[in-house]
């Protein structure tokens, strides 16, 4: 079987930092995903890791432990813009890019 | 920049009726998917095609069928609409099989079967 948890919703503040998790078991594994979704808007790529460690992109962090099955993305300096879903994905097999989605994460970025 | 356009951005459909989506990518890309998506159930993957008149099916075949007889169009076709098939669908494509290469999505299309 497969399944992906992401926490359902979360707040922060302008300016700070937040972390969002993504847990997943699945049949297969070739990398993990992140995309951005404003709301009635395509997802948006965000960011790829396929091995261990943490892969810095500007204000954008995403950390991958495919022993814990683990996945989180950082956003540093938050603005408002942010607010947006997160969805994490998993690539479960090699060739075309088959991704099993998360149900994602909505984030609401106060002043 | 990499351009997936959706025919329709807003449809409502009757019970029973054949409903078309299209969905057309500007940048020779082999592989195409559907997605539909549902408010607690993210996205889903339908059908996605790496060729020219090949397709897979996804996690929810039932109910669609799909056609790619260019490489360009990647068409979904919902043979006899019914009201559980009210939702957003998404078109992607993606540039060959490494793993890493990103999929692009369209805007959408939201359906409504009444």
């Known amino acids: 079987g497969q399944n992906i948890d992401q926490p359902t919703e979360m707040t922060a503040t302008e300016g700070a930092i937040v972390q969002i998790n993504c847990t997943y078991q699945?049949?297969?594994?070739?990398?993990l995903f992140w995309y951005q979704q404003h709301a009635g808007e395509a997802p948006t790529f965000l960011s790829y890791?396929?091995?261990?460690g943490l892969e810095e992109k500007g204000r954008f962090s995403s950390f991958l432990s495919r022993s814990k099955g683990y996945s989180y993305l950082l956003l540093k300096e938050l603005q408002m813009k942010d607010s947006a879903s997160y969805l994490c994905?998993?690539?479960?097999?090699?060739?075309?890019?088959?991704?099993?989605f998360g149900t994602g994460t909505r984030l609401t970025v106060i002043p | 920049d990499v351009k997936v356009t959706q025919s329709s951005r807003y449809l409502v459909k009757r019970t029973g009726e054949k409903v078309f989506l299209e969905c057309v990518q500007d940048m020779d890309h082999e592989n195409m998917f559907w997605y539909r998506q549902d408010p607690g159930l993210g996205l889903r993957l339908i059908y996605f095609s790496y060729d020219v008149k090949m397709k897979e099916k996804g996690d929810i075949p039932e109910g669609y069928s799909v056609s790619r007889e260019k490489k360009e169009r990647f068409s979904l076709i919902l043979e006899s609409a019914s009201t559980n098939q009210t939702s957003m669908y998404l078109c992607a494509s993606q540039i060959g099989t490494h793993s890493g290469n990103t999929i692009y999505f369209g805007e959408g299309s939201w359906l409504t079967v009444v």
């Open positions: 699945t049949s297969g594994f070739n990398g």
């Open positions: 994905a998993v690539k479960r097999q090699t060739g075309a890019n088959n991704l099993f």
């Open positions: 890791n396929v091995l261990d």
